[in-house]
């Protein structure tokens, strides 16, 4: 069973950033590709950033292209999402998942195994 811990939430004013980080026991991490999700009050949890396994491939939502880098340190076993010029709209909490399929384009939350608790990130006006 594979255990997934997020950090580093916060509040943060419009235009700055925050790292977040993701914290994985209990299994192989570097087996898993590693997501983000987010979920605002009221909406659907979306797809936020994709990793790779060996940490070489990404993949981003539109919405946070060139904004968030999404990265891990498999000897950490650890996942992170640096978020920057952050918006308003981002507000939302942040999931990370661990997807047991290698595959490249898996954007659903359905096909991710295993979550964490989630972070709150509120970003003022």
């Known amino acids: 069973q594979v255990q997934l811990v997020e950090s580093g939430g916060g509040l943060v004013q419009a235009g700055g950033s925050l790292r977040l980080s993701c914290e994985a026991s209990?299994?192989?991490?570097?087996?898993?590709?590693m997501g983000w999700f987010r979920q605002a009050p009221g909406k659907e949890r979306v797809f936020v950033a994709r990793?790779?396994?060996?940490?070489?491939?990404?993949y981003y939502a539109d919405s946070v292209k060139g904004r968030f880098t999404i990265s891990r340190d498999n000897a950490k076993n650890t996942a992170y999402l640096q978020m920057n010029n952050l918006k308003p709209d981002d507000t939302a909490v942040y999931y990370c998942?661990?997807?047991?399929?290698?595959?490249?384009?898996?954007?659903?939350?359905?096909?991710?195994?295993?979550w964490g608790q989630g972070t709150q990130v509120t970003v003022s006006s």
């Open positions: 209990g299994g192989t991490f570097s087996t898993y590709a």
């Open positions: 990793v790779s396994r060996s940490g070489a491939t990404t």
């Open positions: 998942a661990a997807d047991l399929i290698p595959a490249a384009s898996r954007f659903s939350a359905r096909e991710y195994a295993y």
